[in-house]
């Protein structure tokens, strides 16, 4: 092994082995609410991988064959008071908006991927339909200059390496709020509300970009939301890991 290789290989082991060790701690704070759903009706569930849920007891779900995605909510995001003393710049609002139809399509593209196709996907609402309503109230963008230093770090003192480590994923956090409703009735049948971070990652390449680390919290969100529809009683749907080795 050629030296710039040894010290890539140090670098990983260490950046790994500090990632582990603060995983428990890792978790994002939940989120206070915008209002967009009720927090205060909702729980910590031990079977839902969100900060909060809530669903409505006594539903037939057997009745609901297809669903139809709202376009996801930015609203209460761009009017947050600390959004528009830290990030109120027109291509921040682009982005944001951007990130939101990313939002949108992921959860279309995970229900359509669905191997029981539980619901088939809809353009637009139709009566007997399930409708998902999204909004995306929190949206932090990573820190790419910290994240550079990272990279470097191989090349470094120890203490950059362990700097580093601990900087690494921690920087972008995403929250959401959404409620599924009855599109006849309009009637709230679930309520969920999750904040995650960027993850832990030897070299966290993602967060090269403003709001790469977002689009991976996203993919797990859609995820866990047609598990959540799939799963029977007493099933549990497992939050999403801090850390990951994977550099993308």
Known sequence: MNR?????????LAAASIGLSGCASMKAEPAQGTGFVPM????NRTDYPFNKAWVKEEVDWDKYKTIYIKDVNTKYLMEANWWQQNFRRQDMEQDTRKIAQYMQGKFRESFKNDPRKLYVVLDTPE??????????????????????????????????????????GAKATVAFEARVIDTDTGTVLVMAADREQGKVAPINLRALTWYGEADVIIDEWADQFVQVANKHQGEVVKAASPFTLKPW
Do not use: R
């Open 4 to 12: 710039k290789a040894f010290h890539i290989a140090i670098f990983f």
């Open 40 to 43: 205060g009706e909702m729980s």
């Open 127 to 168: 009566p007997g339909s399930l409708t998902m309503e999204l909004a995306l109230t929190e949206l932090v963008p990573s820190n790419p200059v910290l994240e550079a230093v990272g990279i470097a770090a191989p090349y470094g003192s120890g203490v950059v390496v362990q700097a580093a480590a601990k900087e690494s």
